[in-house]
């Protein structure tokens, strides 16, 4: 990757955890679930880009690793944001519909920004296409979270917070598994060419 690529992962890197770090506060003062998801999705993201820029100048296989790693991250990430509806549908919650799509409506024009500043990457080697996924999820999460803070706003129940988080939870494990699938054939092909 040329310097202009580490640059985007850096930028992209530096939006990312910004974004986590401001989703978590909005989600823990919203009572959100569909906050949360959304965070933890961006704190994943962030560790991404810092695995694909680790990656750089390696070996195939170490990137290919590098994307496992990701998914395997992900992974953890999707159940734990599934545990967490559980406990808020068990224990109750109030959602603030405002700072649910107020803190969404950031998170989609910074990750807006980032896809299109990883557009030239998304048919790179198996760790770029990664990133190019994590944060092609994170947009349709943004737009989920926007829905469901409307949702409550009209209906008055956290239903739609909690059902948001649950399937953001479940595209993060589907995204997950499908990076970890990747990976898995990169190694195979890396293994062959040998």
Same mark, same amino acid.
Request: aromatic share 6%; with cysteine; net charge positive.
């Given at each position: 990757m040329d310097a202009g690529g580490r640059r985007v #992962? *850096? &930028?992209a890197l530096a939006l990312n955890a910004a974004m986590a770090v401001i989703g978590g506060l909005a989600a823990w003062i919203a009572q959100s679930a569909g906050l949360l998801a959304d965070a933890l999705d961006m704190l994943s993201d962030a560790g991404a880009y810092s &695995? /694909? #820029? =680790? +990656? %750089? /100048? @390696?070996? %195939? @296989?170490?990137?290919?690793n590098a994307a496992l790693l990701t998914g /395997? $991250? =992900? =992974? %953890?990430l999707g159940a734990g944001v599934l545990f967490e509806v559980g406990r808020r549908a068990i224990h109750g919650a109030e959602p603030l519909s405002g700072w649910m799509i107020g803190t969404a409506l950031l998170s989609l024009a910074v990750? %807006? +920004? $980032? #896809? *299109? =500043?990883l557009m030239p990457l998304r048919s790179g080697e198996v760790h770029l296409r990664a990133v190019w996924l994590c944060t092609r999820a994170d947009v349709i999460a943004n737009l989920g979270v926007i829905l469901a803070g409307a949702l409550v706003f009209w209906m008055g129940t956290p239903y739609p917070d909690l059902a948001i988080g649950t399937l953001i939870g479940l595209y993060v494990i589907r995204e997950s598994f499908g990076i970890m699938g990747a990976a898995r054939d990169a190694i195979r092909e890396a293994r062959v060419g040998k």
């Amino acid at each position: 990757m040329d310097a202009g690529g580490r640059r985007v #992962l *850096r &930028i992209a890197l530096a939006l990312n955890a910004a974004m986590a770090v401001i989703g978590g506060l909005a989600a823990w003062i919203a009572q959100s679930a569909g906050l949360l998801a959304d965070a933890l999705d961006m704190l994943s993201d962030a560790g991404a880009y810092s &695995i /694909g #820029l =680790l +990656a %750089v /100048g @390696r070996t %195939v @296989r170490f990137k290919a690793n590098a994307a496992l790693l990701t998914g /395997g $991250v =992900l =992974l %953890v990430l999707g159940a734990g944001v599934l545990f967490e509806v559980g406990r808020r549908a068990i224990h109750g919650a109030e959602p603030l519909s405002g700072w649910m799509i107020g803190t969404a409506l950031l998170s989609l024009a910074v990750n %807006v +920004a $980032v #896809l *299109r =500043l990883l557009m030239p990457l998304r048919s790179g080697e198996v760790h770029l296409r990664a990133v190019w996924l994590c944060t092609r999820a994170d947009v349709i999460a943004n737009l989920g979270v926007i829905l469901a803070g409307a949702l409550v706003f009209w209906m008055g129940t956290p239903y739609p917070d909690l059902a948001i988080g649950t399937l953001i939870g479940l595209y993060v494990i589907r995204e997950s598994f499908g990076i970890m699938g990747a990976a898995r054939d990169a190694i195979r092909e890396a293994r062959v060419g040998k």
